[in-house]
T-cell receptor, first 111, second 114 residues
Framework: AQSVTQLGSHVSVSEGALVLLRCNYS??????LFWYVQYPNQGLQLLLK??????LVKGINDFEAEYKKSETSFHLTKPSAHMSDAAEYFC?????????FGTGTRLTVIP | GAVVSQHPSWVICKSGTSVKIECRSL??????MFWYRQFPKQSLMLMAT?????????EQGVEKDKFLINHASLTLSTLTVTSAHPEDSSFYIC??????????FGPGTRLTVT
């Protein structure tokens, strides 16, 4: 069965600090993995994707994620948090006909 | 590129009326679109998969007679909430598939049923 687990429904970081949002997945086939960001009352915006090429994936706004097969993880990081990064982040796994979403992590940035 | 729009962005309707929400892929063709529902502070719940030129596939527990989906062209899918009730109030988001797994999302529609 395919599933996505996001550890930590709420993460708080200080402005300028490292952002780390955790995502683990379960998949019986090589995974396609995505990170999306959602700002209040808006749809989801694709941050980055892993599609079996380089394991370290760079996305928009200095976000990046590393695919680790041995750990079945796809954690999202950003070296220095900005106030504008405050949002809900969703990790997703590509399935046969759809995406499987994690439950989301709300990122708060403290000035 | 890969822009998806939704209209309206916000709608209020009276109980018992119907509401139509449009989802358009603006710069690509999408044979498959998806409709999601999102409750406050929760993840997205897939309601149905919309395929151009064929009937939509509904997820378990979603009433197909209540949530009518039409995918009449490669750039337009519509969701009609029929005989809306207050419990149908929610944030509805559509997406369009590009490639094998990649989905691009619309900005969402906030439906309030009074």
């Amino acid at each position: 069965a395919q599933s996505v687990t996001q550890l930590g429904s709420h993460v708080s970081v200080s402005e300028g600090a490292l952002v780390l949002l955790r995502c683990n997945y379960s998949s019986s086939v090589p995974p396609y993995l995505f990170w999306y960001v959602q700002y209040p009352n808006q749809g989801l915006q694709l941050l980055l994707k892993y599609t079996s090429a380089a394991t370290l994936v760079k996305g928009i706004n200095d976000f990046e994620a590393e695919y680790k097969k041995s750990e079945t993880s796809f954690h999202l990081t950003k070296p220095s948090a900005h106030m504008s990064d405050a949002a809900e982040y969703f990790c997703a796994l590509g399935g046969a006909n759809n995406l499987f979403f994690g439950t989301g992590t709300r990122l708060t940035v403290i000035p | 590129g890969a822009v998806v729009s939704q209209h309206p962005s916000w709608v209020i309707c009276k109980s018992g009326t119907s509401v139509k929400i449009e989802c358009r892929s603006l710069d690509f063709q999408a044979t498959t679109m998806f409709w999601y529902r999102q409750f406050p502070k929760q993840s997205l719940m897939l309601m149905a998969t919309s395929n151009e030129g064929s009937k939509a596939t509904y997820e378990q527990g979603v009433e197909k007679d209540k949530f009518l989906i039409n995918h009449a062209s490669l750039t337009l899918s519509t969701l009609t909430v029929t005989s809306a009730h207050p419990e149908d109030s929610s944030f509805y988001i559509c997406s369009a598939r590009l490639g094998v797994y990649e989905q691009y999302f619309g900005p969402g529609t906030r439906l309030t049923v009074t």
